[in-house]
């Protein structure tokens, strides 16, 4: 329907955004989960600009089942940087760079090759009382630590766009 003319224009936007996908590119299935996500969570239709695909969905269908007030639970998620603290009892450990707050979220088994410290483009998604990373987390190089935390940091003295923010680091992260 109607949101069929939008998927190409978002896809070019994200590849502005993010930088090129490629299907050589050893993260190009997490890329185009991480642009799912940014499509039906957070661009705002031309048509609706008030409204992303998620919202228009449940606006259309408001049925109160389970599976919608899981869908409700989508929109709630956060896109950010996250720096990993520790793990113990299925809980990773993590403060939002973004916005200096420290979250657990539920992971049933520990990441592999993750130390404290190492910093994470992810996906925060409410899931009844527990939070998940959505599928599209990525970590990123432990070399650019130190600017993507001035970056943070700076983000939280001035404002701005989050999600500009996060979209910047993965295109420089993808280059």
């Known amino acids: 329907g109607e949101l069929e003319a939008e998927l190409p224009i978002a896809k070019r936007e994200f590849v502005a955004r993010t930088g090129e996908l490629f299907e050589t590119d050893p993260s190009f299935e997490r890329r185009i989960a991480a642009f799912l996500e940014w ?3 957070d661009r705002k239709l031309s048509f609706k600009p008030e409204m992303t695909p998620v919202e228009l969905f ?3 269908r408001r049925d109160g089942n389970a599976d919608m007030a899981r869908v409700v639970d989508l929109t709630r998620s956060v896109l ?13 450990g993590c403060v939002d760079l973004l916005s200096n707050s420290k979250i ?5 088994r520990r990441p592999a090759a993750l130390v404290s410290g190492d910093i994470l483009e992810a996906r ?3 899931w009844g009382d527990k939070l998940l990373f959505g599928a599209a987390y990525g970590v990123l190089p432990r070399e650019a630590r130190r600017a993507i935390q001035k ?3 700076r983000f939280r003295k ?4 989050r999600l500009q923010l996060v979209h910047r680091v993965a295109y420089l992260n993808n280059r």
């Open 104 to 108: 657990e979220v539920y992971e049933r």
């Open 124 to 126: 925060a998604i409410p």
């Open 39 to 41: 499509y039906t969570l």
């Open 151 to 153: 970056a943070c940091k």
């Open 158 to 161: 001035q404002g701005g766009d």
């Open 58 to 60: 449940l606006a259309r």
């Open 80 to 92: 950010s940087l996250y720096e990993y603290k520790r793990a113990a009892d299925e809980r990773l």
